[in-house]
C-alpha cells in the first residue's frame, strides 16, 4: 500500500538512521546497494559478535543444482537444507535460543523443506520457542536476531523474482546481529549484473567464499565449514577439538571436547569415585562412579 501511495505522488519522507542491523550489513550491502543515505544509530554500534562465527555477516557458496516442481511454480535445494540446518544446530550449541533463529526462502517448497527438516532435526516442543521459517514476501517489516537465506536457485532458465530488487532489499535487510546467506553465488553473478557487483564487495571484504569459518569462544580455533557434516566432525559440542580440561566440583577434569555451554554442575561424571571411607581403620577406596555417589547423597 505505501509504495502505491509513492508511486501516486503521495508526499513521504525516508528514514536515514537504522536500528536494526549490524554495521557490517549496512556498510557492504546497504548502504552501497539500496539506501546510500543511511546512518547507523549507535545502538548497532555495540551489537557484539555472533558467537562461535568468525563473521557476522557471510555469504556462503555452494554449487548443488536446485529441484523443481512439475509445474516449475516453486523450486527447492536439499543441499541448502543441510548447510543450513548444520549451521542452525552449530549456532544452538552457541547458546543461540532456537526462536532467535529466522530461516528466510525465497520459494514455498524450500519453505516447506526447511520447515520439515528443523521438526525432523530438533525436538521443540513449545512453538514459541521453535526456528521460525518463512518466505522472504512474509517477512517484511520483522526482523530477528540471526536471519539465514536460503535462495535456491542454481539452474539455467534465469533467476526469477531474485532479480527483484525490493524483494532483494528484504531479504538482506532483515538481520540484526548475524546474517549468513546460502547459494549459488557464481550462477547468480552470471545471471544478474546486480548480484555480481553485491557479490564483487562481499568478496572485497572476505566475507563471501564456499568455505564457512567458525571460531572456538574458548580457544579462539578458527575452523572451516566446506560439507554440512563438517560441523559434527569438526565441532562435535559447538566449541574446537581440544578436550574441555575445566575442573568438575568432584575433583576430576572435564573429558570433553571443547563445548561453550557451561554446564559441568549437571555433568555427570563417569570417572571412579576419589572418596575414601571415613573410618581410618579401613580407609577404604570408593567402588563407585562419581555420579552414582552425587545421586545417593542427594537422596539422603
Same mark, same amino acid.
Given at each position: 500500500?505505501?509504495?502505491?501511495?509513492?508511486?501516486?505522488?503521495?508526499?513521504?519522507?525516508? *528514514?536515514?538512521?537504522?536500528?536494526?542491523?549490524?554495521?557490517?550489513?549496512?556498510?557492504?550491502?546497504?548502504?552501497?546497494?539500496?539506501?546510500?543515505?543511511?546512518?547507523?544509530?549507535?545502538?548497532?554500534?555495540?551489537?557484539?559478535?555472533?558467537?562461535?562465527?568468525?563473521?557476522?555477516?557471510?555469504?556462503?557458496?555452494?554449487?548443488?543444482?536446485?529441484? #523443481?516442481?512439475?509445474?516449475?511454480?516453486?523450486?527447492?535445494?536439499?543441499?541448502?537444507?543441510?548447510?543450513?540446518?548444520?549451521?542452525?544446530?552449530?549456532?544452538?550449541?552457541?547458546?543461540?535460543?532456537?526462536?532467535?533463529?529466522?530461516?528466510?526462502?525465497?520459494?514455498?517448497?524450500?519453505?516447506?523443506?526447511?520447515?520439515?527438516?528443523?521438526?525432523?532435526?530438533?525436538?521443540?516442543?513449545?512453538?514459541?520457542?521453535?526456528?521460525?521459517?518463512?518466505?522472504?514476501?512474509?517477512?517484511?517489516?520483522?526482523?530477528?536476531? %540471526?536471519?539465514?537465506?536460503?535462495?535456491?536457485?542454481?539452474?539455467?532458465?534465469?533467476?526469477?523474482?531474485?532479480?527483484?530488487?525490493?524483494?532483494?532489499?528484504?531479504?538482506?535487510?532483515?538481520?540484526?546481529?548475524?546474517?549468513?546467506?546460502?547459494?549459488?553465488?557464481?550462477?547468480?553473478?552470471?545471471?544478474?549484473?546486480?548480484?555480481?557487483?553485491?557479490?564483487?564487495?562481499?568478496?572485497?571484504?572476505?566475507?563471501?567464499?564456499?568455505?564457512?569459518?567458525?571460531?572456538?569462544?574458548?580457544?579462539?580455533?578458527?575452523?572451516? %565449514?566446506?560439507?554440512?557434516?563438517?560441523?559434527?566432525?569438526?565441532?562435535?559440542?559447538?566449541?574446537?577439538?581440544?578436550?574441555?580440561?575445566?575442573?568438575?566440583?568432584?575433583?576430576? #577434569?572435564?573429558?570433553?571436547?571443547?563445548?561453550?555451554?557451561?554446564?559441568?554442575?549437571?555433568?555427570?561424571?563417569?570417572?571412579?569415585?576419589?572418596?575414601?571411607?571415613?573410618?581410618?581403620?579401613?580407609?577404604?577406596?570408593?567402588?563407585?562412579?562419581?555420579?552414582?555417589?552425587?545421586?545417593?547423597?542427594? *537422596?539422603?
Amino acid at each position: 500500500m505505501f509504495e502505491r501511495l509513492v508511486m501516486n505522488g503521495f508526499p513521504y519522507t525516508t *528514514l536515514k538512521v537504522q536500528h536494526r542491523m549490524n554495521t557490517d550489513i549496512t556498510k557492504n550491502i546497504v548502504r552501497p546497494y539500496f539506501y546510500p543515505d543511511i546512518i547507523d544509530s549507535e545502538s548497532v554500534m555495540w551489537y557484539p559478535p555472533v558467537p562461535g562465527m568468525d563473521k557476522s555477516c557471510f555469504f556462503w557458496v555452494h554449487e548443488v543444482r536446485e529441484s #523443481t516442481t512439475s509445474d516449475a511454480l516453486s523450486r527447492w535445494n536439499d543441499h541448502e537444507a543441510k548447510m543450513i540446518i548444520g549451521l542452525i544446530s552449530y549456532l544452538k550449541k552457541q547458546g543461540i535460543g532456537f526462536e532467535e533463529i529466522t530461516v528466510l526462502a525465497a520459494y514455498s517448497a524450500q519453505t516447506t523443506l526447511l520447515r520439515e527438516a528443523v521438526a525432523k532435526t530438533f525436538s521443540i516442543s513449545d512453538p514459541n520457542k521453535t526456528v521460525s521459517v518463512q518466505t522472504v514476501d512474509s517477512f517484511q517489516g520483522k526482523e530477528n536476531r %540471526i536471519v539465514i537465506v536460503s535462495l535456491v536457485r542454481s539452474e539455467m532458465e534465469g533467476i526469477g523474482f531474485l532479480a527483484t530488487k525490493n524483494r532483494i532489499t528484504v531479504a538482506l535487510t532483515r538481520a540484526k546481529h548475524g546474517m549468513y546467506v546460502v547459494a549459488n553465488f557464481g550462477y547468480l553473478s552470471e545471471c544478474s549484473s546486480f548480484w555480481n557487483k553485491i557479490c564483487n564487495t562481499m568478496f572485497e571484504n572476505n566475507l563471501i567464499s564456499s568455505v564457512l569459518k567458525i571460531k572456538c569462544q574458548s580457544h579462539g580455533n578458527v575452523q572451516e %565449514i566446506i560439507d554440512p557434516n563438517d560441523f559434527d566432525e569438526k565441532s562435535p559440542e559447538g566449541g574446537c577439538q581440544e578436550i574441555c580440561g575445566a575442573a568438575l566440583s568432584c575433583g576430576h #577434569t572435564c573429558p570433553r571436547r571443547c563445548h561453550p555451554i557451561d554446564d559441568h554442575l549437571s555433568y555427570r561424571c563417569l570417572q571412579p569415585c576419589m572418596k575414601k571411607c571415613k573410618e581410618e581403620r579401613f580407609r577404604h577406596q570408593c567402588q563407585r562412579l562419581c555420579s552414582e555417589v552425587k545421586d545417593l547423597l542427594d *537422596l539422603s
